[in-house]
């Protein structure tokens, strides 16, 4: 930053020598200002999520964490809540509200409204003067196409973003299980979601290989769901759905426990309400394809790597994160199917946001592997 003083009020040296020193003032201001400017970098960093939107503040912390549901008034389109908030909604709403889900399968599938709940979520959580206008960090699936990108910065600016990042969901969880993403052994993480599971090989600074599916822990859901009806003619909400599978849903069939569980849904074609009692094996018969479809990602991206890759995975487990990695049993099916070491990350669900904060938190370090719009 310059200022000049312009025009000669007063030729005298001390005024000059006075200017001079005031200018020095000011440009040592400025230079402070552009390097505060560059120390702060990106403030918030963000996981769009098909189930779950997560929030970073830097400096505070995180701050959301809400399902990725959105309620507006279906007549004049006004947003009446986001988040939990929403997702109550679903099935009790009266005829004024609509309900949307902005994500399926891991991309934004409308941007205009993800960005109204993600302004809807940041506004709910705004805290005194914190400020409106973000310099964003949000993650982006690694194998999404050119349009499914600019469907994430548009909501992102769309949402009050002054500068959105798009941080690879790989490099993201990468970082936040502790990769050194520049190391010169390359490992091999899962990232296994709510709409979409990926998978990618890390290392030499690079994404060396990725591929993803657009299955996730909602395809299960939706696999239980359907089994129900065609089997008992019980139409179950998907909340429930959800949490038979957290709970009945086994990967690997010789795991299944001797438990059972009341399920409770409305009869089709009837009404009125109908119960049964289910055990997990009949639950994991169920969601065999969703979940095989998950192995053979993983099994594929194995079939190609080079000999030295595979000699340097020898070495680390694959690294499992995202919600679906806590199904039961899929660790241990992937180790029976590929012969390879598995782990689940800590926090699971939290990985990629980990990732994305410590960019949020040391931008310079990290900041090659964003893409800036
Ligand atoms: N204990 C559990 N057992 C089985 N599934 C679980 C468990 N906990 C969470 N999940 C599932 O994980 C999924 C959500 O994971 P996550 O929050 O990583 O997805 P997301 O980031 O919103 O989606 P995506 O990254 O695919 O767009 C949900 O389908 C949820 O039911
Ligand atoms: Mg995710």
């Not at 505060?36 to 769009?48: I, M, N, P, Q, Y």
């Not at 993650?139 to 548009?154: D, K, Q, V, Y």
């Not at 038979?244 to 009869?267: D, F, N, Q, W």
Request: charged residues 20%; glycine residues 10%; positive net charge.
């Amino acid at each position: 930053m310059e200022f000049y003083i312009l025009g000669t009020i007063n030729s005298q040296p001390r005024f000059q020598r006075w200017s001079e020193k005031l200018n020095g003032h000011i440009d040592k201001l400025g230079r402070a200002i552009v390097a505060f400017r560059d120390r702060v970098g990106v403030e918030l960093a963000v996981d769009l999520g098909t189930t779950n939107t997560r929030m970073y503040m830097r400096g505070r912390g995180m701050f959301v964490d809400e399902p990725s549901v959105l309620a507006t008034n279906s007549v004049d389109g006004r947003p009446l809540a986001a988040g939990f908030k929403a997702r109550n909604l679903i099935g009790r709403s009266p005829d004024y509200v609509a309900l949307h889900k902005p994500l399926c399968a891991g991309v934004i599938s409308d941007a205009g409204h993800a960005a109204l709940m993600l302004r809807h979520l940041l506004d709910s959580a705004r805290k005194g003067n914190s400020p409106r206008c973000y310099r964003m960090a949000v993650t982006s699936p690694s194998c999404g196409t050119r349009l499914e990108r600019r469907a994430i910065i548009e909501a992102a600016t769309k949402s009050g973003a002054g500068k959105v990042y798009l941080a690879p969901t790989l490099i993201a969880a990468a970082i936040g299980v502790g990769y050194k993403i520049d190391s010169p052994r390359a490992r091999m993480l899962a990232i296994l979601g709510g709409g979409v599971c990926e998978v990618g090989i890390v290392g030499l600074g690079h994404i060396i290989y990725s591929d993803a599916a657009r299955v996730g822990g909602e395809t299960i859901d939706y696999a239980i769901y359907e089994y129900l009806l065609h089997r008992y003619n019980i139409q179950v909400t998907m909340e429930m759905a959800e949490k038979i599978k957290e709970k009945l849903a086994y990967a690997e069939s010789s795991l299944t426990p001797h438990e059972t569980m009341r399920v409770t849904g409305r009869e089709a074609g009837k009404g009125g309400l109908k119960s049964i009692e289910m055990g997990p094996s009949e639950i994991s018969r169920a969601v065999e394809t969703p979940i095989n479809s998950i192995v053979d990602l993983i099994q594929e991206a194995l079939d190609n790597c080079s000999p030295a890759l595979l000699s340097d995975m020898e070495n680390f487990p694959i690294v499992l994160s995202g919600g679906l990695s806590l199904l039961h049993g899929l660790p241990e099916l992937i180790v029976r199917m590929t012969g390879f070491r598995v782990v689940v990350a800590a926090n699971p669900s939290y990985t990629a946001l980990k990732g994305c904060s410590a960019v949020v938190d040391d931008p310079k370090q990290h900041i090659h592997f964003l893409s800036q719009a």
